[in-house]
């Protein structure tokens, strides 16, 4: 199949968080290391939800589809903008941790943000995605209106006709 498949944004989550971990652990900062500080325990935590959240996500959408449900258009589409944003944000995240070190070519975190910024454009761009979404939500709210509105215009009309 053409495209990026559903476990590609899964990847680079785990690896990041191995990356942050790993160097909250060893490194010092002042007379402590990372892992004591109560932020950097946020952010690792923070990112392991959002790559869990991820991931059953996406075993879900897979699921449905396995089991033949035809209509998971709108499940798609959400997983796949909640994907591309939480991976950028654990991308940014384990930056934030390592420090300049992030950006060093020879650690390849630098690598995944960049190829993490275009995923949120590959497979349709997670804008045009939101729209899709909203639009799906408003035609359904729009169908319900309109059935209230011809069962009101029917009650008028025997109100009307009860009056003559």
């Given at each position: 199949s053409s495209g990026i498949n559903a476990e590609w944004?899964?990847?680079?989550?785990?690896?990041?968080?191995e990356k942050a971990?790993?160097?909250?652990?060893?490194?010092?900062?002042?007379v402590s290391k990372l892992?004591?500080?109560?932020?950097?325990?946020?952010?690792?935590a923070k990112m392991n939800l959002l790559c869990y959240a991820n991931e059953s996500m996406?075993?879900?959408?897979?699921?449905n589809m396995d089991k033949g449900v035809k209509e998971y258009q709108i499940e798609a589409a959400i997983s796949k903008i909640f994907a591309s944003q939480s991976a950028w944000e654990v991308c940014d995240e384990t930056i934030q941790i390592l420090g300049g070190a992030g950006f060093m070519k020879d650690v390849g975190i630098?690598?995944?943000?960049?190829d993490l910024r275009i995923f949120r454009i590959f497979e349709g761009t997670n804008?045009?995605?939101?729209?899709?979404?909203?639009?799906n939500g408003v035609q359904d709210v729009g169908n319900k209106l309109k059935k209230m509105q011809k069962r009101k215009k029917y009650r008028l009309r025997?109100?009307?006709d009860t009056t003559a």
């Open positions: 944004p899964l990847r680079p989550g785990k690896m990041l968080i971990t790993d160097h909250a652990n060893s490194r010092k900062q002042f892992r004591e500080y109560k932020s950097i325990q946020e952010k690792i996406a075993y879900m959408l897979c699921g630098e690598r995944w943000m960049r804008d045009i995605l939101k729209l899709f979404i909203a639009l025997l109100c009307v």
